[in-house]
């Protein structure tokens, strides 16, 4: 009996230090791709940093217990600066349960305002209880359709409602990326994010949108405190 257990030991030993092993090799090959892709986009890669972002407040999804970030990727796209990475954390559900086990990755892609502005998170609600998407009609027409659409929470209501002009929100309401990526403005950024790994060449197309989200703000958001890009 005592050398069967022995036996189970040992293999369990060998498993874990397998299991180690694969995980480290895997580990290695992911950071190399990440530094030959940063190396080729004229960008520059970290493997692990604990704040990218600075002073900005995360949205409440990337808000978990012992959050960690790594694979940080940061470079212009255009004239805009970018910083993308995964970050992943425990869910409190996990951690209420005892487990701490269930983790969660997401990518997070984030591009530098002209300036700090206010807090602002705009989301997409649930596809089946939007009326009208493609932006068209008057003023009024195009909130309506933009309330039931979107739902928005700002620290600031003059921030909020010069970012969320009438041009700005028809084209959130006629651009099909707004229904995969939710927005938020803080700390001098604008980000997105979603549940998955990190891939550069995917997270670009993420960049784009908030660029293009950035290029359509009035100067007037940012006049209380400029800091330049």
């Known amino acids: 009996m005592e050398g069967a257990l022995s036996l189970i030991a040992l293999v369990a030993v060998v498993v874990s230090a397998g299991a180690i092993t694969v995980a480290a090799h895997f580990r290695k090959e992911r950071v190399s791709e990440l530094k030959g892709w940063a190396g080729e986009h004229g960008w520059h890669y970290t493997e692990h940093h604990p704040r990218p972002l600075e002073e900005a407040v995360l949205p409440l999804a990337l808000r978990g217990k012992d959050p960690r970030v790594q694979h940080v990727l940061t470079g212009r796209r255009g004239a805009h600066l970018v910083t993308m990475f995964e970050l992943t954390h425990s869910s409190s559900t996990a951690a209420r349960?005892?487990?701490?086990?269930?983790?969660?990755?997401?990518?997070?892609?984030?591009?530098?305002?002209?300036?700090?502005g206010a807090d602002l998170e705009i989301r997409r609600r649930d596809l089946a209880r939007t009326v009208s998407l493609d932006g068209r009609g008057g003023p009024e027409e195009v909130d309506r359709s933009f309330a039931e659409a979107f739902h928005t929470v700002g620290s600031d209501d003059r921030f909020t409602r010069t970012v969320l002009d009438h041009d700005t929100v028809s084209w959130l309401l006629s651009d099909c990326r707004s229904r995969s990526l939710p927005v938020r403005f803080t700390g001098g950024h604008v980000m997105t994010w979603a549940a998955m790994r990190l891939d550069p060449d995917r997270a670009l197309t993420a960049a784009d949108y908030l660029i293009e989200l950035v290029i359509r703000v009035p100067d007037?958001?940012?006049?209380?405190?400029?800091?330049?890009?």
């Open 220 to 229: 007037q958001a940012w006049e209380r405190n400029t800091t330049g890009s």
């Open 97 to 116: 349960r005892g487990t701490g086990r269930a983790r969660h990755t997401h990518r997070v892609v984030a591009v530098h305002t002209p300036g700090v």
